[in-house]
């Protein structure tokens, strides 16, 4: 494990009111999140900004369009370097906000910076309101949605900002001292808050922890590392939620035991955990939540919090497909008993909850002539092949699947192999769709070599929907399948400006045609 890098200390703003007049280099505007976001934020109060990023002009257009169109923004105070990062722009800055996707180690622009920053940091400098911050390897996107959607229907001024692509400067300025802010946080955003002392969260909670940015990190410890400062800062008065269920074999930590015993040891909060077994039977006197199944296989959430004489029920049915999702709306029932939800409310709001934007997302119904009912799925988010093999086999029953896109290197073998159930735990889809694109290319090579039999690849999902509604509108009772799943499993460029642009225009064309 080697020495976590300590960035140098924040720009020396003791209120809003001090950024006026600063020069700020922002490093990375992108096309999505904290660029824009910091950008707009920093010229709304008065600073001089130059952007700089190694995409061209050309490539950022959409972005650069969009703040220069933007009326209520000084502009004369902005300048562009593109295509290029120039030393000087980041020696001669007050300030420099990074993209937190920038490592420091080795980056002469970074450390040529006499003080750096974060949208992220940004905000938790000036905010006055409850934090609630998630991390882990999976699942922490659909958490913090539930999350934000049960505490949203239960009366809470709450906002949902972090690695979910919605910078929290967008509300900063909305929130005050009775507002909740629920922040997704990735290893490389906390990372980049070590040793600041901002982020200090009424409730942390650690979804699973598995292997995940080893190209980055290279070993376990430095990415855990990363992941345990989100309560790095947490007091006895704050809640600290962890997983009690045991590691995947061999990706525990190097001292024995488990993540989540490590992480409760070192926590200065209280521990509650969460466990997809009885926590009342395996970890008697263990405060948190688990799940309980009846002889008819019939779920429920169960809650047990201190000062609680016996556990409560806060889940029943849920709208969202999957395990995984169970999991994750379990987190965030958890958390909302916390919060001081009654949990006969947190069990009414949280059934209705159907799932984070683009990711399993359950959105439209339709009926045909003869009866049959299909439900709809959105999962444009979905972008690796490992996503769509998972989300191909979330229902535990065959789905009409929907898939394929444009390739970014990857191989689409898991996905080949999931399609043809070679392992057994896979259930074989009731139809394959194919959009077309060069991952699709890859894959149908694949699907060949196998005999797994497919319709398309289509050029336009105009096209394969309506070749779609005339399977299913002649379709029998005996049809074995009443989902619709779309996962693309690719990129959509080529087709679609990005992937929320491609899950908006699916669901806009299903709800058009059927």
Same mark, same amino acid.
């Given at each position: 494990?080697?020495?976590?890098?300590?960035?140098?200390?924040?720009?020396?703003?003791?209120?809003?009111?001090?950024?006026?007049?600063?020069?700020?280099?922002?490093?990375?505007?992108?096309?999505?999140?904290?660029?824009?976001?910091?950008?707009?934020?920093?010229?709304?109060?008065?600073?001089?900004?130059?952007?700089?990023?190694?995409?061209?002009?050309?490539?950022?257009?959409?972005?650069?369009?969009?703040?220069?169109?933007?009326?209520?923004?000084?502009?004369?105070?902005? !300048?562009?370097?593109?295509?290029?990062?120039?030393?000087?722009?980041?020696?001669?800055?007050? =300030?420099?906000?990074?993209? *937190?996707?920038?490592?420091?180690?080795?980056?002469?622009?970074?450390?040529?910076?006499?003080?750096?920053?974060?949208?992220?940091?940004?905000?938790?400098?000036?905010?006055?309101?409850?934090?609630?911050?998630?991390?882990? #390897?999976?699942?922490?996107?659909?958490?913090?949605?539930?999350?934000?959607?049960?505490?949203?229907?239960?009366?809470?001024?709450?906002?949902?900002?972090g690695n979910i692509t919605v910078s929290p400067l967008t509300f900063l300025e909305e929130t005050s001292e009775k507002s909740v802010v629920v922040l997704e946080l990735s290893s490389w955003q906390l990372a980049d808050l070590r040793g600041r002392k901002l982020l200090k969260p009424y409730i942390s909670?650690?979804?699973?922890?598995? *292997?995940?940015?080893? &190209?980055?990190?290279? &070993?376990?410890?430095?990415?855990?590392?990363?992941?345990?400062?989100?309560?790095?800062?947490?007091?006895?008065?704050?809640?600290?939620?962890?997983?009690?269920?045991?590691?995947?074999?061999?990706?525990?930590?190097?001292?024995?035991?488990?993540?989540? %015993?490590?992480?409760?040891?070192?926590?200065?909060?209280?521990?509650?955990?969460?466990?997809?077994n009885d926590l009342q039977a395996h970890a008697k006197g263990t405060y948190g939540a688990w799940q309980v199944f009846d002889d008819y296989g019939v779920f429920s959430g169960m809650v047990q919090l201190p000062g609680w004489s016996t556990p409560k029920k806060v889940l029943g049915k849920l709208k969202? *497909?999957?395990?995984?999702?169970? =999991?994750?709306?379990?987190?965030?029932?958890?958390?909302?008993?916390?919060?001081?939800? %009654?949990? #006969?409310?947190? %069990?009414?709001? +949280?059934?209705?909850?159907?799932?984070?934007?683009?990711?399993?997302?359950?959105?439209? #119904?339709?009926?045909? #002539?003869?009866?049959?009912?299909?439900?709809?799925? &959105?999962?444009? =988010?979905?972008?690796?092949?490992?996503?769509?093999?998972?989300?191909?086999?979330?229902?535990?029953?065959?789905?009409?699947?929907? !898939?394929?896109?444009?390739?970014?290197?990857?191989?689409?073998?898991?996905?080949?192999?999931?399609?043809?159930?070679?392992?057994?735990? =896979?259930?074989? !889809?009731?139809?394959?769709?194919?959009?077309?694109?060069?991952?699709?290319?890859? +894959?149908? %090579?694949?699907?060949?070599?196998?005999?797994?039999?497919?319709?398309?690849?289509?050029?336009? +999902?105009?096209?394969?929907?309506?070749?779609?509604?005339?399977?299913?509108?002649?379709?029998?009772?005996?049809?074995?399948?009443?989902?619709?799943?779309?996962?693309?499993?690719?990129?959509?460029?080529?087709?679609?400006? &990005?992937?929320?642009?491609?899950?908006?225009?699916f669901m806009k064309k299903v709800e058009e045609k059927f």
């Open positions: 494990m080697s020495t976590p890098f300590v960035y140098p200390e924040g720009c020396f703003f003791n209120s809003i009111e001090d950024i006026k007049d600063k020069h700020i280099t922002v490093m990375g505007l992108g096309l999505n999140g904290g660029g824009e976001a910091s950008v707009r934020f920093l010229l709304k109060h008065g600073a001089y900004v130059l952007v700089t990023d190694m995409k061209t002009p050309e490539q950022l257009k959409p972005t650069i369009d969009s703040l220069n169109s933007d009326k209520a923004l000084d502009t004369s105070k902005l !300048t562009y370097v593109l295509g290029e990062h120039r030393i000087e722009d980041f020696a001669n800055a007050d =300030c420099v906000i990074k993209n *937190p996707g920038i490592k420091i180690d080795g980056n002469k622009y970074l450390q040529a910076a006499k003080a750096i920053e974060t949208d992220i940091s940004l905000f938790l400098k000036f905010t006055k309101a409850k934090i609630i911050a998630i991390t882990g #390897s999976k699942g922490k996107s659909s958490t913090v949605s539930a999350i934000y959607y049960g505490l949203q229907h239960t009366g809470f001024d709450v906002f949902l900002g909670l650690i979804t699973k922890i598995v *292997p995940d940015h080893q &190209n980055w990190y290279g &070993n376990m410890g430095d990415y855990v590392a990363d992941k345990r400062l989100i309560y790095a800062d947490q007091t006895a008065d704050d809640y600290t939620v962890l997983d009690y269920d045991g590691d995947a074999i061999g990706t525990g930590p190097a001292c024995g035991g488990t993540w989540g %015993e490590l992480f409760a040891r070192e926590t200065k909060g209280k521990v509650i955990r969460y466990s997809k969202v *497909p999957g395990q995984h999702m169970r =999991c994750n709306t379990m987190n965030a029932a958890l958390v909302m008993a916390i919060m001081g939800v %009654e949990p #006969s409310k947190i %069990e009414e709001v +949280l059934a209705s909850w159907s799932g984070i934007p683009h990711r399993l997302q359950y959105f439209h #119904s339709w009926t045909t #002539s003869k009866g049959n009912t299909f439900k709809f799925y &959105n999962d444009s =988010c979905a972008t690796v092949p490992e996503a769509a093999a998972a989300a191909s086999q979330a229902f535990g029953k065959p789905v009409v699947f929907i !898939t394929g896109g444009t390739d970014k290197g990857l191989e689409f073998d898991v996905l080949a192999d999931t399609l043809n159930y070679k392992a057994s735990y =896979c259930t074989k !889809t009731a139809a394959l769709y194919l959009l077309a694109g060069t991952g699709t290319d890859k +894959l149908v %090579e694949l699907l060949n070599k196998d005999k797994i039999d497919f319709t398309g690849p289509f050029n336009s +999902l105009d096209e394969l929907l309506d070749t779609l509604k005339a399977e299913l509108e002649s379709s029998g009772s005996d049809y074995p399948s009443d989902v619709v799943v779309f996962s693309p499993g690719a990129t959509s460029f080529g087709m679609f400006t &990005n992937e929320f642009d491609r899950g908006n225009t």
